[in-house]
């Protein structure tokens, strides 16, 4: 059995400037937007990485949700603690310096991690913890 991942979901709950953030100053790109009753769902990803899409969808579209569980989604991307995503980058130091000089939100400058990687963080514009890790040589 071969299974890949195909698609992932983060909360934004600002589309426009999540693109600004992720196609603009990361350089992934657009490849799909869909709007249905004032919703926006865009897809993006590394052109690196056709096979893998991150979809940036409305923050607690799950029709399934109470009110009191949309309202706690609101509160931990208010905090910054609500999603997260991990890239590889083959220079993080220079993904770092590239992304603080655009303006991104530094969460953590580049460290060499004991766990066998060198990276840096960011926060994305709805909060959400974007992180870069290299494999350290």
Known sequence: MDIKLSHTF???????????????????EI???VGYNNMRWVTIGSPTQPEVDIVLEPPAVNPNMTPSDREAVADLMAK??????????????ATFEKLSAAGAD?????????????DCAFRDPAGNEVRFNQTKH
């Open 10 to 28: 983060l909360a934004v709950d600002d589309h426009d400037k999540a693109i600004e953030f992720y196609r603009d100053m990361l350089g992934l």
């Open 31 to 33: 490849r799909n937007e």
């Open 106 to 118: 530094v969460v953590q400058e580049p460290t060499d991690q004991q766990y066998g990687v060198r």
């Open 80 to 93: 910054g603690v609500y999603g997260r995503v991990v890239f590889w980058s083959d220079d993080v130091d």
